[in-house]
């Protein structure tokens, strides 16, 4: 069984202060659950963890994809980027931040290696310079038929059915979209910073 570590907080919610100390303790403790209401129960083994078997299935699925990517040149995050190009096309470094659920931090020195590769052009936009315009290259661009064809081997590598595959992915959707407060999944709060290993 999979448990969260609640815990309650003492004092009263609604403590005096001002209008926004009170607005925020009472929507805290709309939000909490009652810790009075849970039966205690002992922690689970490891591999009964579903944060572990999440883990672990990460990092598995890295360790088998990562091979292939070779043959692309670029890293994991780098195909991600990648791959939002070519399905969405040109886009401007917020918009590929937040299709990634991912940092500026990590994003632009990104930008700059696929700059460096001849895959993506990056140019700021006439009417707003703070604004950065990320394209494809024609060479990047004919990158996507390398992918199709490394899928293919990839997904043949796999030895898996591909109907259990494509329900893994959608039930793995439906827990990120359904599990935790819906606070938690706000795109502007889901930000990740990925390593990118040298190729």
Not at 29 to 50: C, E, F, G, K
Not at 139 to 149: D, I, N, P, V
Request: net charge positive; charged share 25%; proline share 5%.
């Amino acid at each position: 069984m999979i448990y969260g570590g609640l815990q309650r907080k003492g004092g009263d919610a609604a403590r005096e202060g001002n209008g926004v100390e009170v607005m925020s303790a009472r929507r805290e403790a709309r939000n909490q659950t009652d810790s009075r209401s849970i039966a205690p129960v002992d922690v689970p083994a490891l591999d009964s963890h579903l944060c572990f078997a999440l883990y672990s299935a990460s990092n598995h699925m890295t360790r088998l994809f990562v091979p292939f990517l070779k043959k692309l040149g670029v890293t994991y995050p780098q195909y991600l980027v990648m791959v939002v190009l070519w399905e969405r096309g040109a886009q401007g470094v917020g918009e590929l931040a937040s299709a990634l659920q991912m940092d500026l931090g990590s994003l632009s020195p990104m930008l700059k290696r696929l700059e460096a590769k001849g895959l993506v052009t990056r140019r700021r936009q006439a009417e707003d310079e703070r604004r950065v315009h990320v394209g494809l290259t024609p060479r990047g661009a004919a990158l996507r038929k390398r992918a199709e064809q490394m899928l293919g081997e990839f997904y043949c590598f796999l030895n898996m059915p591909l109907n259990e595959l494509f329900d893994l992915k959608d039930r793995l959707r439906h827990f990120v979209s359904s599990a935790g407060p819906k606070e938690l999944k706000e795109p502007k709060i889901s930000r990740v910073r990925l390593a990118e290993p040298a190729l």
